[in-house]
Structure formats: structure tokens, C-alpha cells
């Protein structure tokens, strides 16, 4: 599909110091200080869209909203909505339209597969737009359609599935992983990015593009499309 360029895609998440996203509890846990959430609400607040997997809709339910007043004041001065587009990817047509998810902020979609665009659009009715990308899931045809939309800037949080699948096919343009001073240790908790076969091989280095302090964590910036050998 030609036209508009494909989104920057930033990849955003916080870890662990063994690399676990949550730990195997029925609660979320919080690994990122203060310093740190105001961090990701002012990423948020630059990005044109937020994207998350179904399964950490399912999970954890976000709003993902900006929380500052002064950001949200901000874009709207500039034209945009005070809330980024909200976006996630499903092959399944099992999303609850009692989240909040669908509740709060401005306009939501959602990306499936033919099988499952019908029965998701009868179940959220208009609390959300569902566009199919084919009888797959197509991630490339998800940017070039958002990019469509004129989304320039696209901020991804997770979960697992979404993080590794970018990274394979190569369409994430940055990672921006906080690092936080705890040790999960649990099997079965999730971790940053699954088994897959990813671009260079196990060797090949992504470039680091910064590393800096929030908290009592370490933010580390990749820029995982330049990998040296």
C-alpha cells in the first residue's frame, strides 16, 4: 500500500533487572516510580496514537490516557485531541465492551483478521471502529492504515506478543525499556520480548541511543533497525 510514510514506532516498556513484565500474581505490579510515569505521560502526550495487544486489554484493562492537565492542554492547543488514538491488534473476537478501554478517551481501533471483524463489531458496537487486515493479521498493513490516518508517531505498550512480533519483523524503529531494581524470579511471569527469530541473529547489536535515570530506574533507549554485527 504507497502513500503516506509508515509511523515511527517506539516500542515502551518497564522491566525488571530479569526482564519480567509483571509477576505471576493476579495484580498488576508497579515497577515504574513517579519519576518514571510522568516520563511515559509525556511520551504519550507526543504520540499521535497508543497501541497495546488484546491481551494486555484483557489484562490489565489501561485507559491509556495523558494524565497531566498541562499536556493535554498542550495538543489541543495544537490542533490535536487532548487523547491519542487508542489501538489494539486482536485475532480473537473475545474483547469485553465493559472495559474501560472503551470508556474513556477519544476515538478507539481496533485491527483483526476477516474471521473475527464481523463478531467484534457486532459486540462493541460503536464504542470502537474494527478493520480487518485480512485473513492474517497483516503488522505492516496496520501501519501503512494508520499511517492513512495520519498517525506520524506510534507508541506501543506492550504485551509480549506485540513487543516480539515488531521486533522480528523488523518494524520497530526504537526500544525504550525502563530497567526497574526488582527481581520477579517467577516462572510463568511475563517477559519483555518471547522466543523468536529476530533480524542479525543473536549477535548483532542494536545501537544505544541513550541511557538516563527516573527514579530508581535506568531508561534505556535502542534504535533496533541499527544493528551492527
Known amino acids: 500500500m504507497g502513500g503516506a510514510r509508515r509511523p515511527y514506532v517506539l516500542l515502551s ?4 533487572v530479569d526482564g ?3 509477576d505471576a500474581g493476579p495484580e498488576r505490579l508497579l515497577l515504574s516510580s513517579p519519576e518514571d ?3 511515559v505521560d509525556a511520551v504519550r502526550a507526543s504520540c499521535d496514537a497508543l497501541l497495546v495487544g488484546a491481551g494486555t486489554v484483557r489484562k490489565d484493562d489501561p485507559r491509556l490516557l495523558v494524565g497531566d ?8 492547543a495544537r490542533g490535536e485531541p487532548a487523547d491519542p488514538l487508542k489501538v489494539t491488534v486482536t485475532a480473537s473476537p473475545r474483547l469485553d465492551p465493559g472495559l474501560r478501554f472503551w470508556h474513556c478517551g477519544g476515538e478507539k481501533l481496533v485491527f483483526t483478521v476477516d474471521a473475527s471483524a464481523g463478531p467484534l463489531r457486532a459486540a462493541l458496537g460503536g464504542l470502537a471502529e474494527v478493520v480487518s487486515t485480512g485473513p492474517e493479521l497483516d503488522w505492516a498493513r496496520v501501519l501503512d492504515l494508520l499511517a492513512a490516518r ?3 508517531r506510534l507508541m506501543v505498550e506492550g504485551g509480549t506478543s506485540v513487543h516480539t512480533q515488531l521486533l522480528a519483523l ?3 524503529d526504537e526500544l525504550r525499556v525502563a530497567v526497574a ?4 524470579g517467577q516462572e510463568g511471569s511475563p517477559r519483555l520480548v518471547g522466543g523468536a527469530e529476530f533480524p542479525g541473529g543473536p549477535a548483532a547489536r542494536m545501537r544505544l541511543l541513550d541511557a538516563r ?4 530506574a535506568v531508561v534505556l533507549r535502542y534504535a533496533p533497525k541499527e544493528r551492527v554485527p
Open 20 to 22: 519480567r513484565l509483571d
Open 213 to 216: 535515570v527516573a527514579g530508581d
Open 69 to 76: 492537565p498541562g499536556r493535554r492542554a498542550g495538543r489541543v
Open 150 to 152: 495520519g498517525v506520524g
Open 13 to 16: 516498556a518497564a522491566m525488571s
Open 170 to 172: 523488523d518494524l520497530a
Open 37 to 39: 510515569f510522568d516520563r
Open 181 to 184: 531494581p526488582l527481581l520477579v
